[in-house]
Nanobody
Framework: QVQLVESGGGLVQAGGSLRLSCAAS????????MGWYRQAPGKQRELVAT???????NYAASVKGRFSITTDNAKNTVYLQMSSLKLEDTAVYYC?????????WGKGTLVTVSS
């Protein structure tokens, strides 16, 4: 069983930056992939960024060049560095981990971008 806890969300002005963290209860070294998703009010959850165990990353077109996903295996943590934030980035951000055919989700952290 893996537990994921997101942190780092908050209120930020457009153009600003935030770094989200997702701490896993167990080792992420054996993961297949980890990722960040988001869900804005009234919208479906959508992919933001993913990273495979081999380090391959994938980003949604809307965040490419502005967001960066990284991991710290020693801390069992995955990060999402967000820069040049836009109003439309406002959402609850969730991290997930795929390991051994099981997909785990955190409870999310709210990011609000204001004008």
């Amino acid at each position: 069983q893996v537990q994921l806890v997101e942190s780092g969300g908050g209120l930020v002005q457009a153009g600003g930056s935030l770094r989200l963290s997702c701490a896993a209860s167990g080792s992420i070294f054996s993961m297949n992939s980890m990722g960040w998703y988001r869900q804005a009010p009234g919208k479906q959850r959508e992919l933001v960024a993913t990273m495979t165990s081999g380090g391959t990353t994938n980003y949604a077109a809307s965040v490419k060049g502005r967001f960066s996903i990284t991991t710290d295996n020693a801390k069992n943590t995955v990060y999402l560095q967000m820069s040049s934030l836009k109003l439309e980035d406002t959402a609850v951000y969730y991290c997930n981990l795929l390991r051994g055919g099981m997909l785990y989700w955190g409870k999310g952290t709210l990011v609000t971008v204001s004008s």
